[in-house]
């Protein structure tokens, strides 16, 4: 169970912008938070930005691991993390038999869209592929 002020105003936990450690009292560089469960600046909730940070956090946890077997401090430990919060800028939903998609300003729509982007098993081999997972 997270301390309460490990919390935001609606219950997601407050995580840094870099590396996107627990940010209060309790604040240390071993517990992480991504995806729905971390509180973000605004916009909706997506699998995309989940995805992201999942892999950035991947990223982040060999990174220390590696510094600290090699000795290094804190704070050049910090440097070599990717910073994984980056606002939402694309959108896909699945409408009935379609779908639509926003990305990098401009919107697409139609059956061969929701093919393109969720395939037959609404995305999740993209996923899988996105993360390095082959099933
Ligand atoms: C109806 C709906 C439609 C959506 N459509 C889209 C869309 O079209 N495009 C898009 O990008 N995003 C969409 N989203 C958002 C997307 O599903 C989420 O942003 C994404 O799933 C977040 O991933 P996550 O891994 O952070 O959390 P989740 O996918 O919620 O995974 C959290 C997992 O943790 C498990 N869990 C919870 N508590 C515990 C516990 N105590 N112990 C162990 N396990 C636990 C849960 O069972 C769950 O499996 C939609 C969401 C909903 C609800």
Redesign the pocket.
Known sequence: MLPPDTLDGKGFVKVSPLGLFVSSSHSNDSVFA????ASSAGGI??????IRG?RGIAFNIASLILCRENGLSSEEASKTLMNIAMPNDA????IGGTAAAYTQGRSTWGVDVKQKVFGEDMALSHGLRALGVTS
């Open positions: 991504v995806g729905d469960v909730k997506l699998a995309s930005t989940a999942g959108l896909k939903l699945v």
